[in-house]
């Protein structure tokens, strides 16, 4: 049997220096010289990690640590990116990568980090649409009127608002950074169960907790974590066998020196255990597959020949 084809995954450096989708050729220029030669090659599967780019976080006020924002279409919008957060841009190149027999995914930070009463950072302020939004929002708030932890009647608006270019541009999955820690019926449990009822995967990292029900979603994860919560090192983590749900594995880039660590980390971690390490970056991928997972692998390795 044919061993499944690794997703091509793309990730995005800081803006705005981002390298896959640039100012002279757009979006257009990321579809001609990346997703088609790849798809034509049997690749179907376009992976765009933080699509609209990485954001400093102390350029950010009132965020904490994370880089991956589920705002990060309108705060590209507002640095006036618009090369970049670019709706109609974005819609035409998944038309263009269906037209050829593939799919896109995005994966964007966790809604989880927005309120029920969102915080002022994440009110939209300069995209179509964002100021009448944030007024509602702020209005509701002002009045009490947000909603209880089920009813999510600003945090919806909001969260939809910021996912809004992917969903109308109709990509065929959407993942969500860190966001496992959701529970039957509340804010993030529907909004998912929306998404899957549209016929859009639904991307979770990392892992499902251990003792928790969750809607019919994908996972991914890191393959250091993975190799960690298959040895029993993430007490939280659901057993790898209770697992039945797809899973997508990504692993460290071979031409990068942080690639090259992750692996060592990788085999050192299996070592410790008493178990084999992997000699080839290639073997790596091929034991994700052997496992019944999908490899996710760095575009450029791929069409460059690199692995397979």
């Not at 995005?12 to 579809?31: E, H, K, N, Y």
């Not at 699509?51 to 990060?72: K, N, S, T, W």
């Not at 964002?130 to 929002?137: A, H, N």
Request: charge should be positive; hydrophobic fraction near 35%; include cysteine.
């Amino acid at each position: 049997m044919a061993l499944t084809a690794p997703v091509a995954l793309y990730g995005f450096q800081l803006v705005p220096d981002v390298r896959v989708v640039t100012p002279d050729t757009g979006w257009q220029g990321w579809f001609e010289d990346k997703a088609r030669p790849l798809i034509d090659r049997g690749i179907r599967d376009q992976h765009l990690h933080n699509p609209f780019g990485l954001h400093d976080l102390h350029e950010v006020a009132g965020r904490d640590d994370r880089v991956m924002h589920i705002d990060q279409f309108e705060l590209s919008y507002c640095r006036g990116l618009r090369w970049l957060a670019n709706r109609a841009a974005v819609a035409q190149v998944v038309r263009d990568v269906h037209q050829r027999g593939g799919t896109v995914r995005a994966y964007v930070g966790s809604p989880l980090v927005i309120r029920q009463s969102p915080q002022a950072t994440y009110l939209p302020k300069c995209s179509p649409g964002s100021k009448g939004l944030s007024l509602q929002l702020r209005l509701l708030s002002r009045l009490g009127l947000c909603g209880t932890p089920r009813q999510c009647r600003c945090w919806d608006r909001l969260v939809r608002f910021h996912i809004a270019p992917l969903v109308d541009a109709g990509v065929d999955a959407i993942g969500f950074d860190n966001s496992a820690d959701f529970h039957p019926g509340d804010c993030m449990d529907r909004l998912v169960r929306s998404l899957l009822a549209r016929r859009t995967e639904v991307l979770i990292e990392p892992w499902p907790r251990r003792d928790r029900d969750y809607p019919p979603v994908s996972w991914i994860i890191r393959e250091i974590r993975y190799q960690r919560t298959r040895l029993g090192l993430q007490p939280d983590d659901a057993p790898v066998e209770s697992v039945t749900a797809k899973v997508y594995r990504s692993v460290p880039a071979a031409d990068s020196q942080a690639g090259k660590e992750e692996f060592s980390d990788i085999n050192k971690l299996r070592e410790d255990h008493g178990e084999a390490t992997f000699h080839t970056f290639q073997e790596l991928v091929d034991a994700v597959r052997n496992d019944g997972h999908t490899p996710l692998v760095r575009a450029r390795q791929l069409k460059a020949g690199a692995i397979t």
